[in-house]
């Protein structure tokens, strides 16, 4: 009987260590951080064939349907930012510079 408790509590601790050891965007929208990455590695290519980043989404050769609700900003000739809302106040963010995903939240 202990031994099914005790298994039975580590299940139902599984999904709180989880959320607490991995970033939150990966794992709660990753469709949207894989539809984000295929929008970095092309800005990327972009800038390579190009020098410089491209003004908008719209001059990727992406479908709008995989560019849809996805926000671009050009901070300067190194640094982009890509943003995504996931509910209100919420949103993933990909900064160029730091190379990775982030979930920020307004609260």
């Not at 970033?23 to 894989?34: A, D, E, G, L, T």
């Not at 050009?74 to 990909?94: A, K, M, P, V």
């Amino acid at each position: 009987m202990k031994k099914i408790f005790v298994i039975s509590l580590i299940l139902l601790l599984f999904p709180l260590l989880f959320y607490i050891l991995f970033p939150y965007c990966v794992w709660k929208h990753p469709f949207i951080v894989y539809r984000g990455n295929a929008i970095v590695r092309t800005i990327e290519e972009y800038k390579c064939r190009n020098q410089s980043f491209p003004p908008n989404l719209n001059e990727l050769n992406i479908s709008a349907e995989k560019i849809k609700g996805f926000f671009y900003e050009i901070h300067n000739d190194d640094r982009y930012i890509i943003w995504i809302g996931t509910t209100l106040g919420e949103s993933i963010q990909f900064d160029s510079t730091e190379g990775k995903w982030r979930f920020s939240s307004d609260n």
